[in-house]
């Protein structure tokens, strides 16, 4: 059975509304679009949708609670809510450094959860900078920081 559907391009800026016919879970038909990426775009959409991840980890020891994070490839859109879970439980350790990978493969998906933004150790007025190790380390938070969120 023959379906038509309707859905806007996020390869570029320009967004094109593009209606794709598909047939047996095929695409046998595009208009709207302006270049060959939006056709490999509803392609990837109609066989195996995916999104690039981005949202906040919890800091441990850091300037800010929350470093920025996304991940280094596109999720399938079906696995968002399950990486979000799982990098919801866990805590990077301060310092962070953009690019640094703080979760490799989420979820079982390939791709890793990287920091986009920096977080220092938070300054304790005693001369150190709170830093143990020297590098963002990724724990499981303990029951007493679960409870503290
Ligand atoms: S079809 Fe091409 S020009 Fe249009 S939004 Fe997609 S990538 Fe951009």
Same mark, same amino acid.
């Given at each position: 059975?023959?379906?038509?559907?309707?859905?806007?391009?996020?390869?570029?800026?320009?967004?094109?509304? *593009?209606?794709?016919?598909?047939?047996?879970?095929?695409?046998?038909?595009?208009?709207?679009?302006?270049?060959?990426?939006?056709?490999?775009?509803?392609? /990837? &959409?109609?066989?195996?949708?995916?999104?690039?991840?981005?949202?906040? *980890?919890?800091?441990?020891?850091?300037?800010?609670?929350?470093?920025?994070?996304?991940? /280094?490839?596109?999720?399938?859109?079906?696995?968002?809510? &399950?990486?979000?879970?799982?990098?919801?439980?866990?805590?990077?350790?301060?310092?962070?450094?953009?690019?640094?990978?703080?979760?490799?493969?989420?979820?079982?998906?390939?791709?890793?959860?990287?920091?986009?933004?920096?977080?220092?150790?938070?300054?304790?007025? /005693?001369?150190?900078?709170?830093?143990?190790?020297?590098?963002?380390?990724?724990?499981?938070?303990?029951?007493?920081?679960?409870?503290?969120?």
């Amino acid at each position: 059975m023959k379906q038509e559907r309707r859905m806007i391009c996020i390869v570029c800026p320009l967004g094109c509304q *593009m209606t794709v016919q598909i047939e047996d879970g095929e695409m046998v038909g595009i208009s709207g679009h302006s270049c060959k990426r939006g056709e490999s775009y509803a392609i /990837d &959409e109609i066989n195996d949708p995916r999104r690039t991840l981005t949202t906040t *980890m919890r800091v441990q020891g850091g300037e800010a609670p929350l470093v920025s994070v996304k991940s /280094d490839a596109p999720v399938p859109k079906a696995q968002l809510f &399950e990486c979000v879970k799982h990098i919801n439980n866990m805590v990077a350790e301060a310092p962070v450094h953009i690019g640094d990978k703080l979760i490799e493969n989420v979820a079982g998906t390939e791709a890793n959860i990287v920091a986009t933004c920096a977080v220092p150790c938070y300054n304790h007025g /005693d001369g150190t900078d709170g830093q143990r190790d020297g590098g963002a380390q990724r724990t499981a938070p303990s029951q007493q920081q679960m409870a503290a969120v």
